[in-house]
């Protein structure tokens, strides 16, 4: 739905579902409200579309890297051992010694070969710019030790609940460490294969299409290129006739050109990247993150057919089976780099000795190139068959909570309370009551993570209590009477209640990102995408338990119900000294700040609509105002208190995605 249909509805909503006493709020703030909300919701709209789903995390990357280079021939091995130590003669404070560590644990102060693998692409978006990271900042080696500590908790993980709070520490880390980890590459699908256009598309019209100038970026045409960059500097510095100084930096870049193009490889692997890249956001996150953990039956190019499974799933099978394709692609570069592999072709332009520039984060499209396809199909053939287009045949697609809904929830309240509105009704006691609402929202649920809540709705609604179970005077009599006696009688409220994450400070998306969105779009779409998942200090992301979901939310949400609207007289009996008492008009309005959140069930979830059942509790405040006397009328208005309250809200959440 388009953004300005979109506040349209919300803007409608609001004028036909608050009260006649309210419109006026609405009429005079309209144009400031629905600024506000604009700015809010394309600014969270701009973080949906802006996230990517990444595939194989940073050590499943670099584990199949490793496993690729450890089955060299003994013979490669030993010429890529030789062509690392030329490249990184210069640069030994950085590099490792030899061209892997596999013993390489927390808190690296070197790189090797294998970690490149794993920065390019989801820390970095070119070459060029991945060897400038390596060798220049020291955020990478926070990455780095980030990522070791990933592989060992996901090593010891138990159970599911465990991997989840594991997957979620790591991607707050990362997300600290490296400010555009969730946002980098979002415009595109590079790291995803392109569907195939119908059943009959062999390996050669696949990979034209892939590499046609013009198609979409996708993982296999990303692959190829940078391996044909790879492989072109590779027969220049074979061809000889360079000092030492030059072989040593067109080495290192190309280099840095292979490792690039096998982050590619290596994705086309992940099950949740084969299936198919076409839908909205909502579809594509959710079609990725159901087959990585569910896994996928596929068959590759030659025939061979396999069970897969996507990133935080890998198995050392998914692991073995990657590493033999990664393994083909690296004796090419080594063989081209010896001399014993030459091109069947000689290229359009002087290859450069720095490496490859194209930034797969900006470039939406395959820019036009030739390539000798001999080599590439010599690697691409053991790929797995990508799922076919949007039509007939394809593969099940599954959503995302991410995306513009209308809701309705309703919820069952109980609230222990301080007392009662007078200054003397200091006795504790209870109050129960329902709830009937409709939301208008939009859900940014696990953008990084399952962890992660982007949640942010305003929601209209009615609530009706029951009389609390305190008597306006704590006598005998009164406390062998009805309702009629009770400190707080039965009342009806409007209810109001908004949700916003926030990235410091509850309400700071609303008034400061609007601001910072007019200078960095980027910088705004990290802020949205960081207050997603728990904001800049993370208390308030979900954390699993094997009984369930737990969050902290305290400051994300707000209710406000308004008591006495459109009703004649809402009468209380406040006592005054001795029996006496006066009978007073009155209005108020409680605040509800919830702080807890538990969700027992994992969320219910179809194409368009889905449901939950939660509890919250909460802490808030009513606060009375409007207060007139009734009877005896020469009485003055007697001083009225606030009732603080503590909350128990058990709600039932219903949604449709627009």
Request: overall charge neutral; aromatic content about 10%; hydrophobic content about 40%.
């Amino acid at each position: 739905m388009p953004i300005t249909n979109y506040l349209s509805t919300l803007s409608s909503a609001y004028a036909s579902l608050c009260p006649p006493k309210f419109t006026w709020t609405l009429t005079k703030g309209r144009r400031l409200i629905n600024a506000l909300l604009y700015c809010v919701v394309l600014l969270l709209l701009n973080c949906l579309n802006a996230t990517s789903a990444f595939a194989w995390l940073y050590p499943e990357h670099r584990q199949i890297a490793l496993i690729a280079i450890q089955n060299l021939s003994p013979e490669d091995r030993a010429i890529m051992e030789k062509l690392w130590a030329e490249a990184t003669k210069n640069y030994t404070n950085r590099l490792t010694t030899l061209v892997i560590d596999p013993d390489q644990g927390v808190k690296p102060d070197r790189l090797d070969f294998a970690s490149w693998t794993a920065i390019g692409g989801d820390h970095s978006c070119s070459p060029e710019l991945m060897l400038a990271t390596v060798l220049q900042s020291n955020w990478i080696l926070k990455v780095a030790d980030i990522a070791a500590q990933l592989k060992i908790d996901l090593a010891n993980a138990k159970n599911r609940s465990q991997q989840i709070n594991a997957i979620r520490n790591s991607d707050i880390k990362l997300q600290r460490a490296d400010a555009e980890y969730a946002t980098r590459a979002g415009s595109n699908n590079v790291h995803f294969l392109l569907a195939r256009p119908n059943v009959s598309s062999d390996l050669r019209e696949y990979l034209k299409a892939c590499l046609l100038k013009g198609s979409p970026l996708n993982a296999l045409g990303a692959y190829s290129w940078f391996h044909t960059s790879a492989i072109e500097k590779a027969a220049k510095y074979a061809a000889g006739n360079l000092s030492s100084n030059e072989k040593s930096v067109l080495i290192l870049s190309a280099l840095a050109d292979e490792a690039f193009s096998l982050h590619f490889l290596e994705d086309s692997y992940a099950s949740g990247h084969i299936a198919g890249t076409w839908g909205n956001a909502s579809l594509r996150k959710g079609t990725h993150d159901y087959y990585n953990e569910k896994g996928l039956e596929v068959v590759s190019w030659d025939g061979k057919r396999m069970v897969l499974r996507g990133d935080a799933f890998m198995r050392p099978e998914d692991a073995a089976v990657a590493a033999a394709t990664v393994k083909l692609s690296l004796e090419q570069f080594i063989g081209m780099a010896s001399g014993k592999l030459t091109l069947d072709y000689t290229p359009n332009s002087s290859i450069k000795n720095t490496p490859d520039s194209l930034n797969v984060c900006t470039n939406n499209v395959m820019p036009a190139r030739d390539a000798e396809l001999k080599y590439l199909m010599d690697v691409l053939i053991k790929t797995p068959v990508p799922g076919l287009g949007n039509g007939l045949g394809e593969m099940p697609r599954f959503r995302s909570e991410m995306g513009p809904f209308i809701g309705v929830s309703a919820s069952l309240n109980s609230e222990g309370i301080s007392g009662g509105f007078g200054q003397n009704q200091t006795q504790k006691g209870a109050i129960g009551g329902i709830e009937g609402n409709v939301r208008f929202g939009l859900g940014l649920d696990g953008v990084l993570n399952e962890a992660g809540d982007g949640l942010a709705f305003i929601q209209f609604g009615w609530k009706q209590n029951g009389a609390s179970s305190t008597r306006f005077i704590n006598t005998e009599i009164t406390n062998h009477t009805n309702s009629v006696t009770a400190a707080i009688p039965g009342q009806s409220a409007y209810n109001v209640r908004m949700r916003i994450p926030f990235f410091l400070i509850p309400g700071d998306l609303i008034f400061a990102a609007p601001f910072v969105y007019l200078f960095s779009h980027k910088a705004a779409a990290n802020m949205a995408v960081a207050a997603g998942n728990g904001g800049l200090i993370p208390w308030q992301s979900g954390i699993a338990t094997s009984v369930g979901r737990f969050q902290f939310v305290l400051g994300r949400e707000v209710g406000v119900s308004f008591y006495g609207v459109n009703t004649p007289v809402q009468a209380i009996l406040i006592p005054i000294s001795g029996k006496s008492a006066t009978l007073i008009s009155y209005k108020s309005t409680e605040f509800d700040f919830p702080f807890l959140e538990y969700q027992p069930f994992r969320r219910s979830f179809s194409q368009v609509q889905s449901s939950s059942f939660l509890i919250q509790i909460s802490g808030g405040v009513n606060v009375p105002h409007s207060a007139y006397v009734i009877t005896p009328v020469s009485a003055t208005v007697p001083d009225l208190k606030s009732v603080w309250h503590v909350g128990l809200r058990i709600i039932f959440d219903w949604r449709h995605y627009l």
